[in-house]
C-alpha cells in the first residue's frame, strides 16, 4: 500500500527548505540539527585504524567524522514520501529502525525493521535514485536527491522485516519476516490476534513483492509455514528458473536453508528443497552454535554453476554446488566462528577465487570488534573430502582492545565490487572501505563514513541499540555508495578510492556549533571532481 504524502496524523510538515540552496549558500546550520559534540577522535592514521576507544555517548552521531575522500552526496530520514528536501530531514524522522538495502536500477529497496506511531504499519521503503544514476558529472552528482516514492505495508504490528532482495530484472523483491519486534519490547506477543500485534504466521513469512510500479508494491506470494521465520534470503536464476533461497536461522528443530521455485504467472513460492548440516552432513561441522544465518549466491565460471556462500555461525562458511536446487552438495568449507555474511569477488581477481566472509559479535573476552576475513576459495576445484579447503589469505578488524555490548562495534553486512573494495556496513563504526590487494593479498581499510543525522532519540529502534551510527548495510552502484542506518536513515556517499588511503585525515566531528551533519555538505566542488567515474567502485 502506498503511504500518502500528506500527513494524516495531525502533525505540521515542516516547510520544504531547499537544501542545495542552503549548500550554495553555506548555511547548512539553520536545516539542519544543531548538536553539542566535540571534534571527533576518529583519526585515521597510516595503520588503517580509527584511534577512537570507544569512550564516548554512541547514541550521539554528531561527535563523529569521516575521512578526506569519502563525500556526503545526500540523506533521507525516510520520515514520509517525497524528496530528501521536502520530507527527510532528521526532525521528521522514520519512528522505528530499517535494515536492509538493495539497490537495482533506478530504484533502492530499504526493508522496515520495525515501526511506531506516528510512522506506523511500514514493512519496505522504496526510494527512487534516478538522478544519482543520471548524473554525468559532478555538479548533477552533487544536484541528486533521494526521493521515497512508496512504502509497502506490514500485513503484522509483530513482525520484523530483517531483509529484502530484487529480481535480476528489478520487477520483483523478496522480503523476509520474524516476529522479532515482539523479543524487543514494541508489541506483545500474547495480545489477541485481532488487535493485530500477536504474533501469528503472517509475522513468520517470505514474501514476494511485485515492485515493477514502484509507486504501488503488491505482495503477490507468501510462504509462511514457520514459526520463527527467515531471517535472510537470496533470489538466483538457475537453469531457466526462479530461485529465492530462504534462510531460517533460529534453531528450533526447522532451521534450514529453504529453496523455493519462484512462478511468476501466480507469485507462488514453492518449497522444493531444505538443506541443512544436522540432515545432510551428520558428520561434519566444527561444533559450537549452530545457526544457520545468510547465503549468496554467484555462478561461478570455473565451476560452470551456481554456488552458495553460506553462514553457518560457529559451523563455519560453507560453500555449496546449487547447480541442482533439489539435491544440494557440499563444494567446500572454513572454519570460523559467528559467520554472519559472506559474499564473493564479483570476478576471479588475478585468476583467484576470492571470497570476503565477516563475523557479528558482541563483546568479547579478547577485546575484539569482530573479524572480516579475505579467503582463498580455489580450493573448490578440487573436490571436497570434509576438511577445510578455503584457506585464510588475511583477516581484518576495526578494534582489537575494547568493550561492548549489543554488537554496538560489531561489522555487519557488506558489498564487494569489481574494483577489489569492500562497503562494509560496521554498526557503530558506520561505513567502512576496505581494499582487496592482489599483490600481497591483504584488506586494509581505506577510508570511512562514521556520522549520522541527529534524529530525535524517541524515534529510534527499541530494545536492540540506540547508537548512531547504527549502520545494517552498504551497497554501490556506479560508483555511488547507498547506505541503511537502523536508526537514522538512507545515505548516499560518494567514495573516492583513487586517493592514496594513506595517512588521511578525519574531517572535523560533525557537532561544531549549529553545523551538525552539514559540515560534511559543505564541501569544495572539486571535492567529486569534475568527471565522474562511471563505474562501481
Do not use: C
Request: hydrophobic share 35%; glycine share 12%; net charge negative.
Amino acid at each position: 500500500m502506498r503511504e500518502p504524502a500528506a500527513r494524516g496524523d495531525g502533525r505540521p510538515t515542516e516547510p520544504g527548505i531547499a537544501r542545495r540552496d542552503l549548500l550554495r549558500a553555506g548555511t547548512v546550520g539553520v536545516a539542519l540539527a544543531a548538536t553539542t559534540g566535540t571534534a571527533s577522535a576518529h583519526e585515521y592514521g597510516s595503520s588503517g585504524e580509527s584511534t577512537d576507544d570507544g569512550d564516548h555517548g554512541h547514541a550521539d552521531g554528531g561527535i563523529h567524522g569521516a575521512t578526506n575522500n569519502v563525500d556526503l552526496l545526500d540523506y533521507h530520514s525516510v520520515g514520509d514520501v517525497g524528496p530528501s528536501s521536502e520530507s527527510g530531514r532528521a526532525t521528521s524522522p522514520h519512528y522505528g529502525a530499517l535494515s536492509e538495502i538493495r539497490v537495482e536500477g533506478d530504484h533502492a529497496y530499504v526493508s522496515v525493521f520495525s515501526s511506531k506511531d506516528p510512522t506506523n504499519n511500514r514493512g519496505l521503503a522504496i526510494l527512487d535514485v534516478s538522478a544519482f544514476e543520471d548524473a554525468e558529472n559532478a555538479s548533477e552528482l552533487r544536484e541528486a536527491e533521494l526521493e521515497v516514492v512508496s512504502f509497502l505495508r506490514n500485513d503484522n504490528d509483530a513482525s520484523a522485516v530483517m531483509d529484502v532482495k530484487v529480481s535480476d530484472d528489478g520487477d520483483y523483491v523478496f522480503i523476509s519476516k520474524q516476529p522479532y519486534t515482539a523479543l524487543f519490547g514494541e508489541t506483545d506477543p500474547t495480545a489477541d490476534a485481532d488487535d493485530g500485534d500477536a504474533t501469528t504466521v503472517s509475522a513468520a513469512a517470505l514474501q514476494a513483492v511485485d515492485v515493477s510500479d514502484p509507486e504501488n508494491p503488491l505482495v503477490v506470494g507468501t510462504y509462511d509455514g514457520w514459526d520463527t521465520g527467515p531471517h535472510n534470503s537470496w533470489y538466483h536464476r538457475i537453469g531457466g528458473a526462479e530461485y529465492v533461497f530462504g534462510v531460517k536461522d533460529l534453531n528450533d528443530g526447522s532451521a534450514a536453508l529453504y529453496v523455493f521455485r519462484f512462478d511468476r504467472t501466480t507469485g507462488a513460492l514453492v518449497l522444493v528443497n531444505e538443506w541443512n548440516v544436522d540432515g545432510n552432513l551428520p558428520d561434519l561441522g566444527t561444533g559450537g552454535t549452530n545457526y544457520i544465518h545468510d547465503i549468496t549466491v554467484q555462478d561461478d565460471e570455473r565451476l560452470d554453476g551456481p554456488v552458495g556462500y553460506l553462514s553457518y555461525w560457529d559451523q563455519g562458511l560453507w560453500a555449496l554446488d546449487l547447480s541442482d536446487p533439489t539435491d544440494i552438495q557440499p563444494l567446500g568449507h572454513f572454519s570460523m566462528g559467528a559467520a554472519h555474511y559472506a559474499e564473493p569477488t564479483p570476478t576471479y581477481v588475478d585468476g583467484k577465487r576470492v571470497v570476503v566472509a565477516g563475523q557479528e559479535i558482541s563483546g568479547q573476552e579478547d577485546g575484539s570488534s569482530g573479524k572480516v576475513y579475505l579467503l582463498d576459495a580455489d580450493g573448490l576445484d578440487d573436490g571436497f573430502d570434509g576438511s577445510d579447503n578455503v584457506e585464510k589469505l588475511d583477516e581484518w578488524e576495526w578494534k582489537s582492545n575494547v568493550t561492548f555490548e549489543n554488537f554496538t562495534l560489531s561489522p555487519h553486512n557488506f558489498n564487494v565490487t569489481e574494483r577489489g573494495y569492500v562497503h562494509l556496513g560496521h554498526y557503530h563504526g558506520g561505513t567502512r572501505f576496505l581494499r582487496i590487494d592482489e599483490g600481497d593479498w591483504t584488506l586494509a581499510e581505506k577510508g570511512y563514513f562514521q556520522a549520522a543525522e541527529a534524529v530525535p532519540e524517541e524515534s529510534k529502534m527499541e530494545g536492540l541499540n540506540h547508537a548512531a551510527p547504527f549502520t545494517w548495510a552498504a551497497v554501490a552502484q556506479n560508483g555511488v555508495t547507498y547506505v541503511s542506518d537502523a536508526n537514522t536513515g538512507v545515505y548516499a556517499l560518494r567514495f573516492k578510492p583513487d586517493s592514496s588511503g594513506d595517512d588521511l585525515k578525519s574531517r572535523l566531528g560533525l557537532a561544531a556549533g549549529a553545523a551538525g551533519l552539514g559540515g560534511l555538505l559543505t564541501r569544495d566542488s572539486d571535492r567529486v571532481g569534475d568527471v565522474l567515474e562511471r563505474v562501481d567502485e
